[in-house]
């Protein structure tokens, strides 16, 4: 290595750096000219000797990046992205940089790809010294990938969700690539394959996302489980999978270091291999490119020992701990050994901010606002009040259908079936996609119905189609969701953070616990209201308990008509009265609840009902009182979250913020009486801003747990939900 200099004259943007090279080896034969031409996209060729010079070049300045960054603040998590900043080099000097990743912990190297190619000057990052500064601070770049970092795609949290991100851009955007970094720690979940094969399944044609394995032996603490794998087992595995295109390259096959295990470092390597490395690494990397967006499912696998060219090796390199910090030897050693010229920093950056055409937060797809189609005039139908019973999921699959019919990128998702929720008609309309036409089941090859077993699945592209801007809907029994849940709630949080309006995310959960009465406690898990309760603080989350028929539709107007929110619809699937218009859902929309019925009394009891079944055995607790000369008031509660404080709610830190609480007078209007009981079928959280803002004697009514039962009355008498006890309890409190 040569001498080091901490001083040089570099470009405005190196200013934080801590450590430069005074001089690289062959920069002024392959380095004097920038690899990509002003004017292109990407390299013209990855056999370019110059081209594979400044791959390298750029694969070190992301090690060192990525280093520095974290050791800034002692924390974060270099190491898995080192093992494959040499396949991240290669896809962006090729021109694809519409990059997702499965893998949270590389946050750091992505941050340090987006600063190089200039996005991060859109927050105002335009130094090292910014960067390290904002690093894991508030409205800064948070440890793990957010929604609100300029050309970055998307989120990246838990394990197993990335590679929905790329499927989805690859719906959307023929043409395009969308490579998604997976990493073997995280191949274990069993999410990502399965999402693969039935989206392949289902859109055989849409092949243009690239999964990049990143395969460096280690998961966070210990040895990867897949990491006994000879190359032949990972290959057939992936081949068995549905992947016809199989690319591997294995740095051990270029090391001249004599390193031991299956798993080296190309940056200990002499220099003749190192560019060895990296031109296969381009090679492979354009091979796989080529592949996938020619119509052949392909992964690319690069093998590299996890921590290559940084601080440590192994999962040792996967997190920084305090004491890990920039004047640490082992981290000064490491970044000498990356250390750049000020003239290949200038060479790096020049080449990264034209790759495809310019700095990836004005160039990458989901940096604009994705064109929507008009849905014209929601085919609405109001039922006759008092009239005859409907099922409100069923008249909600009209407006679906209608929904598809305009939009030709719409799906809606579901992994227990439509026809069993009572919206067989989205079905009929839709058709559910499958390579096997049977009419008899309402499937064909091209539909918008996305049926996988598996709630993670359909969660997951529905909630990727919604942040990369189109319209989707995720139908499940409220019991399952909670298999889905963890990247829904991912993508409401990104949404919150977007720079730009997109489609909220939708959901219809049907079949609620009160409905299944035998099937038992498995069908019986309303405490994923709990999960929604817990959310409705956050500001973007709208929970909605339509009432009825009427009322479902209504909510679901209201809710095609929002952006960057996550709106769940819970409704049952059985035939119930219609005792509300729409007009009168459109207020509970807007105020939270509304008033159903109202009679006078020596003393008034409140019932705040969430739900449309607990509504049954309110009404009769409600006529007895009225009978024994009590006045008794139902309100309907449609959007609990609209009947929080606005201080009890992060409303106005969310883009499209919606500040629209009831008022004091409003509330007391609605729910102040001499008695306040609140009942639900769900979980009693829902129940929260109603009971924090009352100063009635109150109790509350809610789930408790399931059971085997006959009726949905046998559920609710289970859990104390009963007309009786109502009456008891409201005579207790009334004195």
Known sequence: MTAVTSKPTAPAFCDGIQLFADALPDFDTYGKTPAIGEGQAAIASPTDAAAVYQTMLAADALRYLTLQVTASKQSGHPGGFASIADGIAALTMLGHKNIVTEVGHHAPGFYSTVFLDRSLEAMGIETVQQMCDRFRETHGLLG????????????????????????????LHPGVLFPVTIGDGGLGEP?????????????????NFLPVLVWNGYSQEHHSMVSTQSNETMI???????????????????????????????????????????????????KAAKSALGGTLTVLIIKQLKGAGVHKRGAKSHNLYPGDSLDKDYIVEALKARALTPGAWDLVRTNLVRSNGGPNSTTAVTESVLALPDLGTLPLQEFAVGGDKQVATTAMGVLVGHVGQQDPQFIVTNADGNAASGINNINQALKIIHPTTDETYFQQPQGQVYEPLSEDACAGLAAAQALFGARSLWCSYESFAINGLPIWQTVTQAMAELRRPTPSTITLFTAGALEQGRNGWTHQ????????????RNGNIFPLFPIDANSIQACYEWALGTFNKGITITASKSPLPVRTTLAQTRTALEKGAIELSSTSGSKTVVFAVIGDMTLIPVLEAAEQLTAAGMGVRVVSVVSPRQLYRPNDVAWDSVSEPDGNFLSDAEFAELFDGDALIGVTGGSSAMLEPIMLRSNTPRDTFAWKRGETAASAAQVMAINGITAENFVSRAKELLG
């Open 144 to 171: 793990h990938l957010s929604g609100q970092i300029p050309g970055l795609l998307s989120p990246a949290g838990p394990l197993g969700q990335g590679q929905h991100f790329a499927m989805a851009g690859a719906k």
């Open 191 to 207: 999410y990502i394959m399965s999402s693969f094969g039935h989206f392949h399944t289902a859109y055989p044609q849409v092949t």
């Open 236 to 286: 057939a595995y992936w081949r068995a999978n549905g992947f016809k295109e199989v690319i591997l390259v294995d740095a051990k096959d270029f090391d001249d270091a004599n390193q031991p295990g299956a798993y080296v470092d190309s940056t200990a390597f002499s220099q003749q291999q190192r560019l060895a490395f990296t031109q296969a690494v381009l090679e492979a990397t354009d």
């Open 525 to 536: 898990r309303p405490e994923i209201e709990n999960y929604f309760a817990g959310m409705m």
